[in-house]
DNA sequence: TTGTTGACGGTTT
DNA sequence: GAAACCGCCAACA
């Protein structure tokens, strides 16, 4: 049956929820990545489809998504009409340090799922 | 309808 | 080791 599952190509009404259930399943003090985040969620290769989805979150949304930033450790936009700098604050108020420049220890606070292990 | 852009990632040069 | 290019797919103009 053709759910289209597996390589579905198209991606399902549900992918926002998908996203918005694993971002919301980072813990405190843990950082992922956009390519980590789509892969967790079951689309791996299509970060940028994450990145579309919290851009359409409300401020009041009480998904984590400041958590999740690039795999370059650096929050975007810097700048830009997002409010960034904010997000990074809260990223220091989580216990992760932030550098003026917007970058961050991604690697010092990866979350890492398990694995099955 | 087609073309372009985009909270990115990975690979190659 | 660093920089550049390409690729994925969806939403927007």
Known sequence: MPTTEGRGRKLPP?????????????PKGR????????VLAGFPGRPRQVGM???GLPQGSRVPWHRVVNNL?????????????EQARRLQAEGIPVNADGELDLEAHRWRPRVAS
Do not use: C, T
């Open 31 to 38: 950082l992922a990545s956009y390519g980590q985040v789509a």
């Open 53 to 55: 989805v919290l851009k």
């Open 73 to 85: 450790g650096h929050i975007p936009s810097q700048g830009r009409h997002w409010s960034a700098l």
């Open 14 to 26: 549900e992918f926002p929820e998908l996203v918005l259930g694993v971002v919301r399943r980072i």
